[in-house]
């Protein structure tokens, strides 16, 4: 069974912290890692992707990754009250269909 | 930029009823998707499609269920009989040769 957990909060932060998000996987195979954005309602918005450990950083985003862990994580910089969303991890073994496998979401509220 | 566009936005139906579910993916995509989520829920891989044939498919992928790319833009989404157990969202996504994946609006499904 392929698992990818989260914490499903809320988390909260103060506008302008550093918002953490975390999430584990099961599959030791798995290739690749995503996180969305989603808003209540709305689809799953692609935010970041990455395929090999270490970080990897675009804007206010940072994901981090390591395989030996099973471990993903996004870091929020400067977050703001537009940030508040669920956060999806996503990942896929690379395999012919390429599925997504997702987590349940760490809800994060940032406050003003 | 392109994206991912579906039809209907909501689709109310009787248990029973087929359904057709629309998308027309982003125009020089490869590899398409159909997602759902239950209201509350994660994010759940049913089928993907690549060179006009199901690569991968999930459990929930039973007979009802069905796809289609009838012409160069639409990718279709079919229900024979629906249950009450089909409501939720269900997500189109596309993607190139890349491994991300892009999400439609998505179609809320209700089944009464």
């Known amino acids: 069974q392929k698992e990818v957990e989260q914490n499903s909060g809320p988390l909260s932060v103060p506008e302008g912290a550093i918002a953490s998000l975390n999430c584990t996987y099961s599959?030791?195979?798995?290739?690749?890692f995503f996180w969305y954005r989603q808003y209540s309602g709305k689809s799953p918005e692609l935010i970041m992707s990455?395929?090999?450990?270490g970080d990897k950083e675009d804007g206010r985003f940072t994901a981090q990754l390591n395989k030996a862990s099973q471990y993903v994580s996004l870091l929020i910089r400067d977050s703001q009250p537009s940030d508040s969303a669920t956060y999806l991890c996503?990942?896929?073994?690379?395999?012919?269909?390429?599925?997504?496998?997702f987590g349940g979401g760490t809800r994060l509220m940032v406050k003003p | 930029e392109p994206e991912v566009t579906q039809t209907p936005s909501h689709q109310v139906t009787q248990m029973g009823q087929e359904v057709i579910l629309r998308c027309v993916p982003i125009?020089?995509?490869?590899?398409f998707y159909w997602y759902r989520q239950i209201l509350g829920q994660k994010v759940e891989f049913l089928v993907s499609?690549?060179?006009?044939?199901?690569?991968?498919k999930s459990e929930i992928f039973d007979d009802q269920f069905s796809v289609e790319r009838p012409d160069g833009s639409n990718f279709t989404l079919k229900i024979r009989s629906t249950k009450l157990e089909d409501s939720a969202m269900y997500f189109c996504?596309?993607?190139?040769?890349?491994?991300?994946?892009?999400f439609g609006p998505g179609t809320r499904l209700t089944v009464t």
């Open positions: 599959d030791r195979g798995s290739q690749s």
């Open positions: 499609f690549y060179n006009n044939e199901i690569s991968e």
């Open positions: 996504a596309s993607r190139l040769v890349s491994y991300e994946q892009y």
């Open positions: 990455i395929y090999s450990n």
């Open positions: 125009s020089n995509h490869l590899y």
């Open positions: 996503a990942v896929n073994l690379g395999d012919a269909g390429n599925m997504l496998t």
